[in-house]
């Protein structure tokens, strides 16, 4: 009888999540290539119920429920290793890849369609009052590790690389990788979502192809010489 009751339990909590969270439990099959089928999604991905734990708290915390919000934030933390303050504000379509270690803060706005890998911080830089945390534009990429400090907003479709440093604001359509960050343009182009980390440009490695470059041509005018 009583597995029947969790029986029952599980497949109500996965018919209402993937009715009312429709756009994430999209984004996270759309977006994982190991996502196999919409069970293992709905009961296996701890960034869909780091979302789902968000929505909830958010929802209380705009009804100006007193504390209950926190809690709910607490034990998503606790159970997904996630944390997202309840105040937060997060639009559609938001993937959590892995997840571990994610933090978005107070006054954090996201836009549709952003990923966040592991290690992910959305902070502040202090002991700011107001606005001091990020705002994320539409269909942004943030690479493993990275940290987007203060009140700065990133432009959509852009792709903050791994471990990057992010403390200024950037357009969108960019690339940002390094610490501290630094922008490299993509030529306008929308930033696909197939999360590609391998062909992303490096400033670092491209100052020294062009130190090498200066160091070739004085080589070769000393020789004319």
């Known amino acids: 009888m009583l597995l029947i009751i969790i029986l029952i339990f599980i497949l109500l909590y996965m018919y209402i999540s993937y009715i009312a969270f429709y756009d994430e439990v999209r984004a996270t099959q759309e977006r994982d290539p190991a996502a196999k089928n919409i069970a293992e999604v709905l009961l296996l991905y701890p960034g869909l119920h780091a979302v789902i ?62 990923t966040l890998f592991q290690g992910v911080t959305l902070g502040g830089t202090g002991k700011e009052t107001g606005k001091r945390h990020p705002t994320i534009g539409d269909n942004v990429v943030v690479g493993a590790g990275a940290k987007v400090l203060g009140n700065i907003k990133i432009g959509s479709n852009s792709y903050i690389g791994a471990n ?27 930033m696909d979502q197939e999360m590609d980390h391998i062909h992303v440009s490096d400033p670092v490695m491209q100052g020294l192809n062009e130190l090498r470059e200066k160091v070739d041509a004085l080589e070769g005018k000393d020789k004319k010489s």
């Open 53 to 114: 734990a968000y929505r909830t708290s958010n929802f209380l915390w705009r009804k100006k429920i007193a504390f209950l919000p926190r809690v709910v934030s607490q034990i998503a933390r606790f159970l997904t290793g996630i944390e997202i303050h309840p105040a937060a504000q997060i639009g559609p379509g938001l993937f959590i890849d892995h997840g571990m270690g994610v933090v978005v803060g107070e006054t954090t706005i996201i836009g549709e369609n952003v």
């Open 164 to 190: 990057a440093v992010v403390l200024k604001s950037v357009p969108a359509n960019t690339t940002v990788v390094g610490v501290p960050g630094r922008v490299t343009k993509q030529d306008g182009k929308r």
